[in-house]
């Protein structure tokens, strides 16, 4: 046998830390499943993109189902000869097939909703664009939460859940976020739980957020439509930046700064859409989701 890796006392117990997440998300996902807000096929679904449910055992997850239990749970997984210790990402399609057509009354036949990342340089319009997608769309777009202060129009679970930089930290440790970047001093996260029942529950989901967040998202969901909004000129870019009320002198020069270094990001999404007017910009990403 391969002997194990030495570890620090610190890689150790990172090792620990990332363990006891993967526990806490797994059985956050049994509970659903017990409790019927999520079915056996949806699990199944979710693996395909998320690693936690891949990584499940398929015996644990044959469990959950309510009325299921124990017994029935092995001795179903003796007559489709799937092994005890099979975890969901190493099920074969036919392996599959047997168990989906075990539980036909928990086979959903909603379709999953599709993730849309829309991101792009501060100031392109991506807030516009976000807001008439859930108005007009029927998009669940996600609130983030950030540890930087709030502007003076902005609404606490509207705009934005802020939080020091304790809370903030807490959270990451606990797994709670989908993503999260640090961006002009602050820092951003995409609350994971929301978002993930949306998507089960079949709802289009938006998230309006920077590059480095929609890079880490589509390496955790292959599902995920990655969009750069580009404004039409740079000109058009700067205008906009400069007419913005909210900032300072100072911000606003830092935040060209930080455009200019955006905008080079553009060559790593799925589309790059030009916001030239919204109305175009709308269509093009619900025509994404059918
Ligand atoms: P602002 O401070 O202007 O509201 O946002 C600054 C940047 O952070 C914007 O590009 C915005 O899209 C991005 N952002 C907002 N929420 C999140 C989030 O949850 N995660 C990441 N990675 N970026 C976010």
């Given at each position: 046998m391969r002997t194990p890796p030495k570890l620090s006392a610190s890689q150790r117990q990172d090792a620990l830390d990332k363990a006891a997440r993967s526990r806490k998300a797994r059985a956050e996902i049994k509970n659903r499943v017990k409790s019927g807000e999520l079915s056996f096929t949806e699990v199944l679904d979710l693996a395909k993109s998320d690693s936690v449910a891949g990584k499940m055992r398929v015996r644990e997850l044959i469990e959950a189902v309510p009325g299921v239990g124990k017994i029935r749970a092995s001795a179903m997984m003796e007559r489709l000869e799937i092994s005890l210790t099979r975890r969901i990402q190493g099920l074969g399609v036919h392996q599959i097939g047997a168990l989906v057509r075990e539980f036909p009354m928990t086979h959903s036949a909603k379709r999953r909703g599709k993730l849309i990342v829309l991101s792009g340089p501060g100031g392109v319009g991506k807030s516009t664009i976000a807001d008439r997608l859930r108005s007009q769309n029927n998009f669940y777009v996600s609130v983030s939460a950030t540890t930087r202060l709030p502007r003076t129009n902005e609404r606490e679970g509207i705009d934005y859940f802020f939080l020091s930089r304790e809370e903030f930290s807490k959270k990451i440790a606990n797994d709670e976020f989908l993503?999260?970047?640090?961006?002009?001093?602050?820092?951003?996260?995409?609350?994971?739980?929301?978002?993930?029942?949306?998507?089960?529950?079949?709802?289009?989901?938006?998230?309006?957020?920077?590059?480095?967040?929609?890079?880490?998202?589509?390496?955790?969901?292959?599902?995920?439509?990655?969009?750069?909004?580009?404004?039409?000129?740079?000109?058009?870019?700067?205008?906009?930046?400069?007419?913005?009320?909210?900032?300072?002198?100072?911000?606003?020069?830092?935040?060209?700064?930080?455009?200019?270094?955006?905008?080079?990001?553009?060559?790593?999404?799925?589309?790059?859409?030009?916001?030239?007017?919204?109305?175009?910009?709308?269509?093009?990403?619900?025509?994404?989701?059918?």
């Open positions: 993503e999260w970047a640090e961006f002009a001093g602050a820092m951003y996260g995409t609350p994971r739980i929301g978002v993930e029942n949306s998507l089960a529950q079949g709802h289009d989901v938006l998230l309006e957020i920077e590059i480095e967040g929609a890079k880490q998202v589509k390496a955790h969901s292959a599902e995920a439509i990655l969009v750069f909004l580009q404004p039409p000129s740079w000109e058009h870019l700067v205008a906009r930046l400069e007419a913005r009320g909210t900032d300072t002198p100072e911000r606003r020069v830092e935040r060209l700064a930080l455009a200019q270094e955006e905008m080079a990001a553009s060559g790593e999404f799925d589309l790059v859409l030009i916001n030239d007017a919204v109305e175009n910009v709308v269509l093009r990403l619900v025509s994404l989701t059918t």
